[in-house]
């Protein structure tokens, strides 16, 4: 099977999400998968004139040594809001020529407006398209002045699509909120590799980093949102003065600044580490140094309904949660399943304080690791296959 996948996310710096897990396992399988991306982060590089011009990465891979995929990234003019302009004129060319030269059984969309291009040529040459959703995608568009049709776009996505995939319950109710088919909904949840994440080294990294037996390491890890609560967990470290908690942050974004400002202002330099993202090899061992995961996050429009795969990735290294009420989370993860609730994120500290004095951490790690032993990625994949090749008949 030939697989054209279209998103508006950089493939080889942001995640590994769903869609890398499940296209790389796919690649292993025999199936032939081409990505076309969106370089989203441009802002951030060093600039190279103001046209980009069409790149193809060839055996990309972030999660799987033998997962190979195909990233081509089309030209875009980088500038504010011409690039989103130049996006809908190359993509759409590119995607024709994919069409043509590649000859896609199936084509895939994780955006939205390259979605729409795809998902019109798509019916145009009598392709399956199936439309998955991780985010609610037009909170994610930067610019709120543009929310408003990135809403109407998706939503025409969602209507028109021959099948939407999201990846939680609470996700799929957004999708028949916006017009989806209800019939046509489906929910893949996230998986793990439990044999990846079941690590018992927890010491060389606690070393590396100069923390004792006796330190209780709280772990976030992924993108350093602004809404990410993590201000706000550091200014309650600060707060409560001496104790044995240290907060490890591994990772990236917009708050980094502010959040090393914290530590030199509040002289919280042993007891706030940050280190940049690692590759996913590596993540197993920062997650086995830590002792309670969090997902400190506001409760906005953005996050009310998604579920994070680093939730699962914690859970199956037996790492008890500590997140705040976030109808998504609560809805896939339930009470006594090794996810912990608060109302704010300045009530993960007294909660990690509160779990550490009542002796309740190693029961909340079983309960962790026995909730999310069912959602193997050979089992995903297996079901995300098998709706592919439905598509296909």
Same mark, same amino acid.
């Given at each position: 099977?030939?697989?054209?996948v279209?998103q508006?996310?950089?493939?080889?710096?942001? =995640?590994?999400?769903?869609?890398?897990?499940?296209?790389?396992?796919?690649?292993?399988r025999?199936h032939?998968?081409?990505?076309?991306d969106y370089e989203?982060?441009?802002?951030?590089?060093?600039?190279?004139?103001?046209?980009?011009?069409r790149?193809?990465?060839?055996n990309?891979?972030?999660?799987?040594?033998?997962?190979?995929?195909?990233?081509?990234?089309?030209s875009?003019?980088?500038?504010?809001?011409?690039?989103?302009l130049?996006?809908?004129?190359t993509?759409?060319?590119?995607?024709?020529?994919?069409i043509?030269e590649?000859?896609?059984?199936?084509?895939?969309g994780?955006?939205?407006?390259?979605a729409?291009i795809?998902?019109?040529?798509?019916k145009k040459n009598?392709i399956?398209f199936?439309?998955?959703?991780i985010?609610?995608?037009?909170?994610?568009?930067?610019?709120?002045?543009?929310? =408003?049709?990135?809403?109407?776009?998706?939503?025409?996505?969602?209507k028109?699509?021959?099948?939407?995939?999201?990846?939680s319950?609470?996700?799929?109710?957004?999708t028949?909120q916006?017009?989806a088919d209800?019939?046509?909904?489906?929910?893949?949840?996230?998986?793990v590799?439990?044999?990846?994440?079941n690590?018992?080294?927890?010491d060389?990294?606690r070393?590396?980093?100069?923390?004792?037996d006796?330190?209780?390491?709280?772990?976030?890890?992924?993108?350093?949102?602004?809404?990410?609560?993590?201000?706000?967990?550091?200014?309650?470290?600060?707060?409560?003065?001496?104790?044995?908690?240290?907060?490890?942050?591994l990772?990236?974004?917009?708050?980094?600044?502010?959040?090393?400002?914290?530590?030199?202002?509040?002289k919280?330099?042993t007891r706030i580490?940050m280190?940049?993202?690692?590759?996913?090899?590596?993540i197993?061992?920062y997650?086995a140094?830590?002792?309670?995961?969090?997902l400190?996050?506001?409760?906005?429009?953005?996050?009310?309904?998604?579920?994070?795969i680093?939730?699962?990735?914690?859970?199956?290294?037996?790492?008890?949660?500590i997140?705040?009420?976030?109808?998504?989370i609560m809805?896939?993860f =339930?009470?006594n399943?090794?996810?912990?609730?608060?109302?704010?994120?300045?009530?993960?500290?007294?909660?990690a304080?509160e779990l550490?004095?009542? =002796?309740?951490?190693?029961?909340?790690?079983?309960?962790?690791?026995?909730?999310?032993?069912?959602f193997?990625?050979?089992?995903?994949t297996?079901e995300?296959e098998n709706?592919?090749?439905?598509?296909?008949p």
């Amino acid at each position: 099977m030939r697989i054209l996948v279209v998103q508006e996310s950089d493939w080889l710096e942001k =995640g590994p999400h769903q869609s890398h897990h499940l296209v790389e396992r796919l690649s292993k399988r025999g199936h032939e998968a081409r990505v076309i991306d969106y370089e989203i982060l441009w802002r951030e590089h060093e600039k190279k004139g103001i046209i980009s011009k069409r790149e193809i990465f060839e055996n990309v891979h972030k999660v799987l040594n033998d997962g190979s995929v195909t990233v081509i990234r089309p030209s875009i003019i980088k500038l504010p809001i011409l690039d989103y302009l130049s996006l809908l004129h190359t993509h759409r060319k590119e995607i024709k020529r994919q069409i043509e030269e590649f000859r896609p059984d199936v084509i895939v969309g994780f955006g939205i407006l390259n979605a729409n291009i795809a998902l019109k040529l798509a019916k145009k040459n009598g392709i399956p398209f199936v439309y998955y959703i991780i985010d609610e995608l037009h909170r994610l568009v930067p610019q709120k002045y543009f929310q =408003g049709l990135a809403r109407y776009i998706e939503s025409k996505n969602m209507k028109n699509a021959d099948k939407v995939i999201s990846i939680s319950e609470g996700l799929r109710e957004y999708t028949v909120q916006m017009g989806a088919d209800e019939g046509k909904t489906q929910v893949i949840r996230a998986g793990v590799d439990l044999e990846r994440f079941n690590l018992t080294d927890r010491d060389s990294v606690r070393r590396k980093h100069g923390v004792r037996d006796e330190d209780v390491v709280l772990l976030f890890m992924g993108w350093l949102y602004n809404f990410s609560g993590l201000k706000e967990v550091a200014m309650e470290l600060a707060r409560l003065g001496k104790c044995n908690i240290k907060l490890f942050i591994l990772g990236k974004g917009d708050l980094w600044d502010t959040l090393q400002d914290i530590k030199r202002e509040y002289k919280l330099d042993t007891r706030i580490i940050m280190v940049r993202w690692k590759p996913y090899s590596d993540i197993p061992k920062y997650i086995a140094a830590s002792d309670i995961c969090i997902l400190p996050a506001h409760k906005n429009d953005i996050m009310k309904n998604i579920v994070p795969i680093k939730v699962y990735e914690y859970m199956a290294a037996g790492k008890p949660v500590i997140a705040t009420k976030l109808p998504g989370i609560m809805k896939e993860f =339930g009470e006594n399943n090794g996810v912990v609730y608060v109302d704010r994120p300045e009530d993960v500290i007294p909660k990690a304080l509160e779990l550490i004095e009542s =002796g309740t951490i190693e029961e909340l790690r079983l309960r962790a690791r026995r909730f999310v032993q069912r959602f193997s990625w050979d089992r995903i994949t297996d079901e995300f296959e098998n709706i592919l090749l439905k598509r296909n008949p």
